[in-house]
């Protein structure tokens, strides 16, 4: 099956407008995160944040291969996980979605 990128690109954008209206519908704060430092995801955490999404980057320099499951396949590894969890819960607290002492039962928040 060929891939059709343009294709590809609207639904995913389809999609994350869906959840966030969703969200927004459920007064769930929105935030899209991107993990992969590309150009389409540069572009539609751009896209979004054009349209007043609140976004972050947390992509991480992967060059030396030690955040990956290499031999076994290239998605991130528990060490590249706990990186985009902090980027992430750092980010969340500079704009004052949680706070510290809300995280502060649950687990891996220590």
């Given at each position: ?36 430092s590309d150009r389409k995801t540069l572009e539609m955490l751009n896209y979004f944040n054009s349209r007043g999404t609140l976004v972050t980057d947390i992509s991480l320099s992967n060059k030396s291969g030690i955040f ?43």
């Open positions: 099956m060929k891939s059709h990128p343009e294709y590809n690109q609207k639904v995913s954008k389809a999609l994350i407008e869906k959840i966030k209206k969703l969200c927004l519908e459920n007064k769930i704060h929105f935030v899209l995160a991107g993990i992969a990956s499951n290499d031999p076994y396949d290239g998605h991130p590894n528990a060490y590249a996980n706990s990186y985009y969890a902090n980027k992430l819960y750092n980010f969340l607290i500079k704009n004052k979605l949680i706070t510290a002492e809300e995280m502060a039962g649950h687990s891996g928040s220590k």
